[in-house]
């Protein structure tokens, strides 16, 4: 069965950086479109980031991250990344790893990313 299971949250201080990873399983992997997406409390969960399937040559990235976060794929350890740096307070929420199969989508169980000082 597809698992996502999202790591390297944590609590940074304004202005730092912090590196989340996606280990993918279940399916092939090169062959998906994988995003990141964050949730705040009381606020809809919006995606933060897409990289298109194979090399991933193809990024996409939400106004608000855009020259802060990058988005990456390492096909041979079917893992994707998201490096956030310049952190917002803003930036604080859970952040959960998706893809889509058509019209079903499958998520990771997310990781909390607080940023305070």
């Known amino acids: 069965q597809v698992q996502l299971v999202e790591s390297g949250g944590g609590l940074v201080q304004p202005g730092g950086s912090l590196r989340l990873s996606c280990a993918a399983s279940?399916?092939?992997?090169?062959?998906?479109?994988m995003s990141w997406y964050r949730q705040a409390p009381g606020k809809e969960r919006d995606m933060v980031a897409r990289?298109?399937?194979?090399?991933?040559?193809?990024?996409n990235y939400a106004d608000s991250v855009k020259g802060r976060f990058t988005i990456s794929r390492d096909n041979a350890k079917n893992t994707v990344y998201l490096q956030m740096n310049s952190l917002k307070r803003e930036d604080t929420a859970v952040y959960y790893c998706?893809?889509?199969?058509?019209?079903?989508?499958?998520w990771g169980q997310g990781t909390q990313v607080t940023v305070s000082s």
């Open positions: 990289i298109a399937n194979f090399g991933g040559a193809g990024t």
């Open positions: 279940g399916f092939t992997f090169n062959s998906y479109a």
């Open positions: 998706n893809t889509k199969f058509g019209r079903m989508d499958y």
